[in-house]
């Protein structure tokens, strides 16, 4: 799954920087002049740790984002979004498969992204964020079962930390950002969220717009 966003990032990379040498394609706001937009989209998250490793399942996320050139090449964007995390793994009973499990973490949280402007459309993002957990719920499959429930947010970490990078291809009144999130810190801390994701950390990808309000 890395290797294939890796990949994806670098044709767009490459795709951008073409598009602006080829047909003259600028932004028709100023990267270097404050703007506030709306950003949301799709994300592929999961749960990744030396002993459990989960199945991706689909969330989102939606917020909003300030930009704030610092100079010619670098500006600051802080956020401010709600973001639905977790993943998706199987349960065993006996010793034989009995079904799946996926966990569903909501947060909100305040990433800090740095954008590296290059000299095409295409900008460079590194950063990492801060979630406090709103609250947390599962649903369950098996042969002959299904069902869904809360869970006990006391069972886990009230605030995860992550680093983020990923690129930016900026268009005529926002733009289309893709992202990897790598979680630093443990999701569950104890109970059955602790036997389930024990050590346990969130990771995952986002592609995301972020439309500018003038």
Do not use: C, W
Request: net charge negative.
């Amino acid at each position: 799954m890395k290797r294939i966003l890796l990949v994806a990032l670098a044709i767009l990379a490459m795709v951008g920087a073409e598009a602006q040498e080829n047909t003259g394609f600028y932004p028709v706001y100023s990267i270097h002049e404050p703007h506030f937009g709306i950003t949301f989209g799709p994300q592929a998250t999961s749960f990744h740790s030396d002993s459990y490793d989960s199945d991706f399942q689909f969330g989102f996320f939606i917020g909003g984002s300030l930009s704030l050139p610092l100079n010619n090449r670098i500006s600051l964007e802080p956020q401010v979004i709600y973001n639905r995390k977790g993943g998706k793994g199987d349960y065993y009973i006996n010793n034989f498969y009995d079904g799946s499990i996926r966990f569903k973490l909501h947060y909100l949280e305040t990433p800090l992204l740095v954008n590296l402007h290059t000299k095409s459309v295409v900008d460079i993002i590194l950063g990492g964020y801060a979630g406090f957990l709103l609250d947390s719920n599962f649903d369950y499959s098996g042969p002959y079962t299904y069902g869904y429930g809360e869970l006990d947010n006391d069972q886990f970490e009230k605030v995860d930390l992550g680093l983020v990078a990923g690129i930016g291809i900026n268009m005529p009144h926002g733009k289309i950002v893709f992202k990897y999130s790598h979680g630093l810190s443990e999701v569950a801390k104890e109970g059955n969220a602790y036997l389930f994701l024990e050590g346990a950390k969130n990771h995952g990808f986002s592609f995301s717009y972020i439309g500018y309000l003038r």
